[in-house]
C-alpha cells in the first residue's frame, strides 16, 4: 500500500520511521510545505530501511499521493503567544481545509489518519471537511494514552503489557477517562488478578497510575520540548491495522453516534480497524463514576467542537 505523511516535523518523522522500519507500507510518501525538510526527511528515514525492510521512502508534492490507500495528517501550526484556543483551533481548520483538499483530489478513496492537536477537534473538523464518512477519519485519540496504561498496569502486576486489555476513553487530554471497572487480564478482571497475585490496585496504587498517565506528555515536555515517539508507534500500529486488513481493536478518535449521551462527537472508544477503516465501535461497559466522566469529557468535545466554524 502507499501510504502519505503530510506535515513530517517530530511526530509525522516519527510515525514515517515507525512505518518505514516495520515495512507496513510499500511506499511512502511524505508531503510537507518546508519541501526541503521533506526531502531531508525521506533521505535520512530511507537510510535506515536496508537494514530491515524494504519500503520506499520519499519526499513529493500532493500529486505523489495518488492512490495512497492512508494519509497520516501531522501538519499543523504552533499556539502564538496570547493566542487563544479558539484562534488556534481556527487557524489550524484553515491548514486542513487546504491540506484535506489537496489529499482528496488526487486519493479520493484514502482514510485520513489524523494526529494534528488537539486530535478529537482536528478528527471533527477533517470529517467535515473532507464529507468523508467518519468510519474513514480516524484521529489517534487515546491509543497513546491507552498504551500508557497498560504499560504501567503491566509494569505493577510484573506481565507484559499486551496481556493487559484496558482502555483510556474520551478526550486525548486532560478529560480523559481511564476505564478501570472494565479491564481485564487474560480472562480475569484486572481487580480480582490483581488481588489473586498480592498486587492489589489500592488507592494509592491507582492515583500514581492515572497520574503517570495524565500527566505523560507534560513531563515529557518538560525534559525534552515535544512528545512523539509513542505517537508516532502509535500512528504506525493504526496504520498497520488498516494495510493489512488486521481488524484490532484500538482506541481511536472518531465521530460517533453516541458516546455516553453526547451525539455525534469526535472522542476515543475502542473500535475494530481494518482495511475499510473503522468497521465497529465498542462502547465498553462503564461503573457510574467513568459514565459521569465519559459524559463530561464528551459533552465538553462537542461543545468545542461545535464552537469551530468551517
Ligand atoms: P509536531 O511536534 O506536532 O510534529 P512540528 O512543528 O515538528 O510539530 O511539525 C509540524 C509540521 O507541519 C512542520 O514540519 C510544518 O512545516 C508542517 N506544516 C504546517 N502547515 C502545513 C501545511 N499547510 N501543509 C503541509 N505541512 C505543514
Known sequence: MKIGIVGVGMVGS???????LQGIARELVLVDYNNELAVAQAEDISHAVP???????RAGDYEALSGAGVVIIAAGVSQKPGESRLDLLSRNAEVFR???????????DVILLIASNPVDIMTDIATRISGLPPSKVIGS???????????????????????VHGYVLGEHGDSEVLAWSCAC?????????AAQIGKPLTDSVRTE???GVRRAAARIIGGKGSTYYGIGAGLARITKAIARDQRDILSVSSVTEDIAGVSKVAASVPRVIGAEGILTDLIPELNDEESAALHHSAAMLK???SSVPI
Open 209 to 211: 497510575i492515572d497520574d
Open 14 to 20: 516519527s510515525a514515517a520511521y515507525a512505518i518505514a
Open 185 to 193: 487480564v487474560g480472562s480475569v478482571p484486572l481487580m480480582s488478578f
Open 303 to 305: 461543545a468545542l467542537a
Open 98 to 108: 487546504s491540506v484535506v483538499s489537496q489529499i482528496l483530489a488526487v486519493a479520493p
Open 141 to 163: 485519540g487515546t491509543i497513546l494514552d491507552t498504551a500508557r496504561f497498560r504499560s504501567l498496569l503491566a509494569r505493577h502486576l510484573a506481565i507484559s503489557p499486551q496481556s
Open 51 to 57: 537494514f530491515v525492510s524494504t519500503t520506499v521512502v
